[in-house]
């Protein structure tokens, strides 16, 4: 397996990996309110894995 990758496809993985993160913890007080207890993943648009398809374009 190569392990050099052109740069423009560099860039996409790692915008992709970006996007598999959960919403930051302080937004849940701003959309909810303060007093609800819930699990950032809850308001985070696109929940990514590697596995799952589709596939990323690399």
């Not at 496809?9 to 701003?30: D, E, G, S, V, Y």
């Not at 609800?36 to 990323?56: D, E, G, L, Q, S």
């Given at each position: ?6 740069s423009g ?6 915008k992709?990996a ?7 913890f302080w937004?849940?007080?701003k959309?909810?309110g ?13 929940k990514r894995n590697?596995r799952?398809f589709p596939?990323?374009?690399?």
């Amino acid at each position: 397996m190569g392990s050099i990758k052109t740069s423009g496809k560099k860039k996409r993985l790692n915008k992709a990996a970006k996007q598999t993160r959960w919403a930051p913890f302080w937004l849940i007080p701003k959309i909810f309110g303060p007093g609800r207890r819930i699990h950032p993943a809850r308001i985070t648009r696109k929940k990514r894995n590697w596995r799952r398809f589709p596939r990323i374009k690399a």
